[in-house]
């Protein structure tokens, strides 16, 4: 009877044999797989230098060149206010008349010293009078003239600017108190007022030309002139102070406007990389590109520093050099050092 069963028994063996080749055979073949992984596929492109223009672009505030609060430097009543918001005034006009109540004993003094000056004069001529006698006098001159300029000031007060009346905090009968009675603003020429990187320190100079846009007049350009430069530069921001001046002859740009201001510094030859060769670094403002060696065909993890934009690339100033290659696809599959298949554009 185990004669019999001898023929199932061999193939029965023969098969487990047969199927734990088979699954060998699949282990090999699945470890062979995971060792040689194929390096990911990526497109370069071969980078140069040029010339780049330096353009220097910031945003600001028109504001008035000159600002002017009319106030009396004494309590006082108004009695007339000559002028309202909005008006157009000259420099040296009168625009406040506040009580004059002391103002015509002020000037009647100052017209009596006055002659007894002159007589005093005339006495030392003629040998009636002496020059201690004639400075005495002129003191009192000098004195009663000062107070009568001063009061005569805080009486009727003028612009010392060409402006527009642009506040006016008080009415006719009012005490005079801690704001201005009117405030005037110099709005020909205007300006903006910048903050300029350091780095830009030595390029901008006095009555350096800017290009102006305002969002009120879209389609217009406005040409600035650098009226001032701060000489210090501000070491919490790194950045110096310019104030550039826009004539404004027809009043049309006024102080609050948001303004966009740019200056040409000329140009530099710097390396320029496509837009899609620069990757932006997850919880930082840091930019890098991937630079392929041909040599070892791996490629290395450049961190950069980006200078002006250039149509649909980037002015590089530190991290690729010319003639490079740079990846330009297929960035989220890499990392520093590995080895890629790489198809050159």
Known sequence: MQHKHLPLIALTAALLSLSSCGSSDKAASGADSTAVEEAPIVDIEQVHSRMVPQIGDYTATIEAFKTNNITSSTPNRIKNILVDVGAHVAAGQKVVVLDDVNIEQLKVRLENTRREYQRALKLLEIGGGTQQAVDQVKTELDAAQRQYDNVLENTILTSPISGVVTARNYDPGDMTGALPILTIEQTNPVKVVLGISESEFSKVKMGMKADVTLDTYPDEHFTGTV?????????????????????????????????????????????????????????????????????????????????????????????????????????????????VDARQK
Not at 230 to 238: E, G, L
Not at 273 to 279: E, N, S
Not at 294 to 319: C, H, I
Request: aromatic share 8%; hydrophobic share 40%; charged share 20%.
């Open 227 to 339: 009226h001032l430069i701060h000489p210090t530069i501000d070491p919490a921001t790194r950045s110096f102070t310019v104030e550039v001046t826009i004539a404004n002859p027809n009043n049309r740009i006024v102080p609050g406007m948001f303004a966009r201001v740019e200056f040409n510094f000329g140009e530099a030859d710097h390396v320029v990389v496509p837009d899609r060769a620069v990757v932006k670094q997850t919880g930082s403002a840091n930019r890098y590109v991937y630079v392929y060696d041909p040599a070892t065909k791996t490629v290395s993890f450049n961190r950069v520093v980006l200078g002006q934009r250039v149509d649909n690339s980037y002015e590089v100033l530190e991290g690729v050099d010319d003639g490079n290659l740079v990846v330009i696809t297929g960035q989220t599959r890499l990392a520093n050092g590995i080895k």
